[in-house]
């Protein structure tokens, strides 16, 4: 059973910078892209981030530049370091682990940390 706990949430000033981790147990984490999503109240869950199994990344608009994700296969964990947030940042974020095997894709999701930012 795949398991992934996220860490690293809480309440921030704008302008102020996090660092999400997630770790992931019981698979191996290097045969996994990840990726970190995110949902604010009344808002569907969006991809912010995310990394392929060689380390190629991507980002949505409105993080660029200001967020970096990254993982480190040793530690079978993956990062999301948020800068320069922003009030629109406010959201509960997930992990996500995905596979494709044999045609089918598999996810796993862990339960969420809330990051707020507000002064």
């Known amino acids: 059973q795949v398991q992934l706990v996220e860490s690293g949430g809480g309440l921030v000033q704008p302008g102020g910078s996090l660092t999400l981790s997630c770790v992931v147990s019981g698979s191996i984490f290097s045969m996994y892209a990840m990726g970190w999503y995110r949902q604010a109240p009344g808002k569907q869950r969006e991809l912010v981030a995310a990394?392929?199994?060689?380390?190629?990344?991507n980002y949505t608009d409105s993080v660029k530049g200001r967020f970096t994700i990254s993982r480190d296969n040793a530690k079978n964990t993956v990062y999301l370091q948020m800068n320069s947030l922003k009030p629109e940042d406010t959201a509960v974020y997930y992990c996500n682990a995905g596979r494709v095997v044999a045609g089918a894709r598999f996810d796993f999701w862990g339960q969420g940390t809330q990051v707020t930012v507000s002064s």
């Open positions: 990394i392929t199994k060689g380390g190629s990344t």
